[in-house]
C-alpha cells in the first residue's frame, strides 16, 4: 500500500478538545502542523449532531469554565456564545431547581423529605459540601494564568496572582485529605446506605470524595454553547485551519516510529515529525510505537516499563444513553425541571442492584458474569428503576435545537463496559439495547414525564461499546483512568500538572483525559495548552 509522504513540525494525534487546544496553539505560533483525527470530523467526545430536525449533544451535556475555558478562548480570541446552563435534581417527584449557592438549603430539604430519620446527617454531610465549595472557590478563584498574558499586566501577578498561591498553599491540604472514595467518606456521617447512594451513585465508582461533593458548584458554572456543545470544538477547529494547519479527519495512525519521528496511518501515509502530541488513547499509543529503532538502551526500557504499568488499567465508567424524539411541546418539560436534570426516580439506592449480583463462580476462584438471560435481563429492569438519569434537554438551552412543539432529550445512566461487551458475546446486544430503551421510557413516564411514553416519535441508542468505537478510549471510558484501579497510571497532584504531559518516548507528549486525574473538558483544554508549551520551548 502506497500514500503520500509529508513533513511536518508537530504531528498532532486525537482532534478532540485536547488536540484542537494543542494544534491551536502550535499553529498560531507557526509551526506547521498536522492534525490527525480517526473520525469524520473533530471533536471527540464535545460534539453535537443533527437528527431528523433535532440536535443532540453526542458527548458532554454541557461545559463548566474552572477558570480555563473561557480565558483560552479569550487568549486565542475565539468568539463562542454560551447561554445558561440551570441544573435541576430531582428525587421521585419532588425537584429542585439549583439557582446559587443558597440552593444547599433546598437540597437539605429534598434530602430530609425522602430520608427524614437522618435530617442530622444530611445536615453534617451538607455542612461538608459547603465547605468542600469554600475550596473550590480557592481552587478555581482566578483565571488560570496559563490563559494570560501577564508580560503585559504585570501588576496582575502582585495584585491576584501571588496572594491566590498564598490561600492556594494554605487550601491544598485540606483538599488532599478529601481524597477518599466518596462512598466511603459519606460513610463516616450516616449508616444509611441508600442516603449515600443517592448522593453518590451518579458519580464514577470510587470517585474522590473532593471531587464529588465539588460538584454543586459546578453546577453552578455550567454553561451551553449556542448550536449545541459541540460549536466548542466546531469554534476551534475553524481557527486550527485558518492558521495553516492541516487538518486530516476519517485518518487512523497504524504505526508510530519515534527513532525515526513518522508516522503512518491506516492508508499507507507516512507523516515525518519533529515533535508529535498525542492526544488520543494512551495504550494506543504504545500498543502502536515501536522500539526497534530507538537506540538509547534505557529510554527502551523506559518505554517497556510505561507499557507494562498501562497493560493492566482499565478505563473509567462509560454511559448507556437512549436519544429520543418526542411530540411534545418543549413547555411541558420547562414546567417541570431545567433543560440539565440529574433525576433519581427512587429513593432506594443502588445497593440493591449491585453489579456482582451478576457474577458467578466458586468462592476464590475465577468469577464471570451470568450467562443465564433471563436473571441479567432481571437485574436490568431493577438497575435502571433504581439509578440516577443525567437528561439533557437541548432546546430548553437553545429554542432552535428541535422543531416547533417537538423535544429531544438525551438519557444516560453510567453503566459497565465489561458488562456490555459480555451481553454483546452472548448473543444479546440488540435485545439488549431495546429493553434498556424502553425501561427508560417506562421510568421516566411513570415517575416525572407522564405521558412520555405515547409522544415518543423515535429513538436510538449510544452503549459503551459505541463510545469505544466512535473515540476508540480504552473500556468505552468518557473521562480517563477508572478509580477503581490499583494505583492511577497519571498524575493527580495540581501542583504537579505540568509533568503531566511528558513521556519517556523522545519527541513526544501526552495530552488530554489520559494525562491527568481527575480529568474532564477543562483538563483537556489544559493539557493540550501545556504539551503545545512544551513543543514551543524545545522547538525554541
Not at 150 to 179: E, Q
Not at 256 to 279: F, I, M, Q
Not at 341 to 370: N, V
Request: aromatic share 10%; proline share 5%.
Amino acid at each position: 500500500m502506497s500514500g503520500t509522504d509529508t513533513n511536518t513540525d508537530v504531528l498532532v494525534v486525537g482532534g478532540g478538545m485536547a488536540g484542537l487546544t494543542a494544534a491551536a496553539y502550535l499553529s498560531r505560533a507557526g509551526l506547521k502542523v498536522v492534525l490527525c483525527e480517526k473520525e469524520k470530523k473533530t471533536g471527540g467526545l464535545v460534539n453535537s449532531f443533527e437528527y431528523k430536525g433535532f440536535v443532540f449533544d453526542g458527548g458532554i451535556r454541557a461545559t463548566e469554565n474552572t477558570g480555563i475555558v473561557l480565558p483560552m478562548l479569550k487568549q486565542l480570541g475565539i468568539e463562542v456564545e454560551f447561554l445558561p446552563n440551570p441544573v435541576s435534581l430531582g428525587i421521585g417527584r419532588d425537584v429542585l431547581r439549583v439557582s446559587s449557592r443558597d440552593s444547599l438549603a433546598a437540597y437539605r430539604e429534598l434530602l430530609g423529605k425522602h430520608f427524614p430519620e437522618n435530617r442530622e446527617d444530611i445536615a453534617d454531610i451538607l455542612r461538608e459540601i459547603d465547605k468542600v465549595m469554600g475550596y473550590l472557590d480557592v481552587l478555581y478563584g482566578i483565571d488560570n494564568p496559563l490563559f494570560l498574558d501577564l508580560k503585559s499586566n504585570p501588576g496582575y501577578v502582585f495584585r491576584t496572582i501571588l496572594p491566590w498561591v498564598l490561600k492556594y498553599l494554605l487550601t491544598a491540604p485540606k483538599i488532599a485529605r478529601l481524597n477518599k472514595p466518596v462512598d466511603e467518606h459519606l460513610a463516616g456521617f450516616t449508616s444509611n446506605q441508600a442516603l449515600v447512594d443517592i448522593i453518590a451513585q451518579h458519580f464514577f465508582q470510587k470517585t474522590p470524595a473532593f471531587f464529588a461533593l465539588s460538584y454543586f458548584t459546578l453546577y453552578l458554572d455550567y454553561r451551553y454553547p449556542r448550536g449545541g456543545t459541540g460549536a466548542l470544538a466546531q469554534a476551534l477547529d475553524r481557527f486550527v485551519r485558518e492558521h495553516g494547519a492541516e487538518v486530516r479527519t476519517e485518518t487512523e495512525i497504524a504505526s508510530v516510529d519515534p527513532g525515526e519521528h513518522r508516522a503512518v496511518d491506516t492508508k499507507g501515509n507516512v507523516c515525518r515529525y519533529r515533535k508529535l502530541v498525542w492526544a488520543a488513547d494512551l495504550k494506543t499509543l504504545y500498543r502502536l510505537t515501536s522500539l526497534a529503532s530507538i537506540a538509547d538502551t534505557k529510554t527502551a526500557g523506559r518505554m517497556r516499563a510505561r507499557q507494562q504499568e498501562l497493560s493492566d488499567k482499565t478505563g473509567g465508567d462509560s454511559v448507556f444513553t437512549l436519544y429520543i424524539t418526542a411530540n411534545m411541546d418543549k413547555s411541558y418539560f420547562a414546567k417541570i425541571a431545567s433543560g440539565h436534570f440529574f433525576y433519581t426516580p427512587s429513593a432506594t439506592g443502588l445497593s440493591h442492584a449491585r453489579l456482582d449480583e451478576l457474577l458467578d463462580g466458586e468462592p476464590g476462584g475465577p468469577t464471570r458474569f451470568t450467562n443465564d438471560k433471563a436473571r441479567l435481563f432481571a437485574w436490568l429492569k431493577r438497575f435502571v428503576q433504581l439509578n440516577t438519569f443525567e437528561i439533557s434537554i437541548p432546546v430548553l438551552r437553545d429554542a432552535s435545537l428541535a422543531p416547533e412543539g417537538r423535544t429531544g432529550l438525551i438519557v444516560s445512566v453510567l453503566f459497565d463496559y465489561s458488562l456490555t461487551k459480555h451481553i454483546r458475546a452472548m448473543g444479546w446486544y440488540d435485545e439488549f439495547r431495546q429493553l434498556v430503551s424502553d425501561y427508560f421510557v417506562e421510568v421516566l413516564d411513570a415517575s416525572i414525564y407522564p405521558g412520555l411514553k405515547q409522544a415518543v416519535i423515535d429513538s436510538f441508542t449510544s452503549t459503551p461499546l459505541t463510545i469505544e468505537r466512535v473515540s476508540g478510549n480504552s473500556d468505552g471510558a468518557i473521562t480517563g483512568w477508572a478509580f477503581t484501579n490499583d494505583f492511577i497510571p497519571a498524575v493527580n497532584k495540581q501542583p504537579r500538572i505540568a509533568s503531566s504531559v511528558l513521556t519517556p518516548i523522545p519527541d513526544t507528549f501526552q495530552a488530554g483525559q489520559w494525562t491527568f486525574s481527575p480529568s474532564g473538558l477543562p483538563i483537556a483544554i489544559l493539557t493540550g495548552k501545556l504539551a503545545a508549551d512544551r513543543v514551543l520551548k524545545e522547538l525554541g
